[in-house]
């Protein structure tokens, strides 16, 4: 079959490569739209995505966002402390992880989401008359809470107090923030916990500590080995569009 036909020094299609032509050129367009339509359907994100955070205040508009733009995506929020978050990323059992402050490593993508100071916290109207602005040396003579050893909290409580010369010791160590603030209200002692995790609780009242720049951090935490995934990128890009994040 003849498809061109030379004319001089020009190349013509003849009939029959006109009409092959236009043949083939039905294929590209059809080409062309599957392209399309698998372009369109990878932006459609399925699947589940796991966080471990050891406080979801900070995370929670991120979460927000994200459902919004991607209803499809199973959502699932653990809590654990400092030490859990990060055992749990490292094991590949979540995806995320939601921490306080953090030293950068090799292996993790940090991205810093707020601050908030850390406050003490008393039971409202149980005897404990703790002053609204409180130092160290003055909380000894309170019953002490403490969170779990691998918290973050705890670990900046101490190494304030190591550095002002000043020993607290906890009469109740509870196992996560919930724990934490149930066991404050019931008037057992005075506890720690960043600002942003106080919530709205009538029956606890919060207190400035003579503490300077003692303060959590709370960061989006992800593996750089996984950057890739498209959930991980897509819940990236939602948190780096928060308006209140820092960094």
Same mark, same amino acid.
């Given at each position: 079959?003849?498809?061109?036909?030379?004319?001089?020094?020009?190349?013509?299609?003849?009939?029959?490569?006109?009409? +092959?032509?236009? !043949?083939?050129?039905? &294929? &590209?367009? !059809?080409?062309?739209?599957?392209?399309?339509?698998?372009?369109?359907?990878?932006?459609?994100?399925?699947?589940?995505?796991?966080?471990?955070?050891?406080?979801?205040? #900070?995370?929670?508009?991120?979460?927000?966002? &994200?459902?919004?733009? #991607?209803?499809?995506?199973?959502?699932?929020?653990?809590?654990?402390?400092?030490?859990? %978050?990060?055992?749990?990323?490292?094991?590949?059992? %979540?995806?995320?992880? %939601? +921490?306080?402050?953090?030293?950068?490593?090799?292996?993790?993508?940090?991205?810093?989401?707020?601050?908030?100071?850390?406050?003490?916290?008393?039971?409202?109207?149980?005897?404990?008359a703790v002053p609204a602005t409180v130092g160290f040396e003055a909380l000894t003579r309170y019953p002490l809470v403490f969170r779990e050893r691998g918290s973050q909290?705890?670990?900046?409580?101490?190494?304030?107090?190591?550095?002002?010369?000043?020993? +607290?010791?906890? !009469?109740?160590?509870?196992?996560?923030?919930?724990?934490?603030?149930?066991?404050?209200?019931?008037?057992?002692?005075?506890?720690?916990?960043?600002?942003?995790?106080?919530? #709205?609780?009538?029956?606890?009242?919060? #207190?400035?500590?003579?503490?300077?720049?003692?303060?959590?951090?709370?960061? +989006?935490?992800?593996?750089?080995?996984?950057?890739?995934?498209?959930?991980?990128?897509?819940?990236?890009?939602?948190?780096?569009r928060q308006p209140g994040r820092l960094g």
């Open positions: 079959m003849l498809l061109f036909r030379r004319d001089g020094r020009r190349v013509r299609l003849t009939e029959a490569g006109e009409a +092959l032509y236009q !043949v083939t050129k039905r &294929f &590209f367009d !059809v080409e062309d739209e599957i392209t399309q339509h698998l372009s369109r359907s990878r932006a459609v994100l399925a699947g589940q995505l796991r966080i471990m955070a050891d406080s979801a205040a #900070h995370v929670v508009p991120v979460l927000t966002g &994200f459902r919004r733009r #991607h209803p499809q995506v199973l959502i699932e929020v653990q809590a654990g402390n400092s030490a859990q %978050v990060l055992d749990a990323l490292r094991n590949y059992d %979540v995806e995320f992880g %939601v +921490l306080g402050s953090l030293e950068a490593t090799p292996d993790l993508d940090i991205l810093l989401l707020g601050a908030a100071p850390i406050v003490a916290i008393s039971g409202v109207g149980l005897g404990l909290t705890r670990q900046r409580i101490e190494a304030a107090t190591r550095r002002q010369g000043v020993t +607290l010791r906890p !009469v109740l160590e509870v196992v996560g923030r919930e724990a934490m603030r149930e066991v404050v209200a019931s008037g057992l002692g005075v506890g720690f916990i960043s600002e942003a995790e106080i919530g #709205h609780d009538p029956r606890i009242r919060r #207190h400035l500590l003579e503490a300077p720049a003692l303060e959590m951090t709370e960061s +989006l935490i992800s593996l750089k080995a996984r950057r890739d995934l498209p959930l991980i990128r897509a819940f990236l890009r939602e948190a780096e």
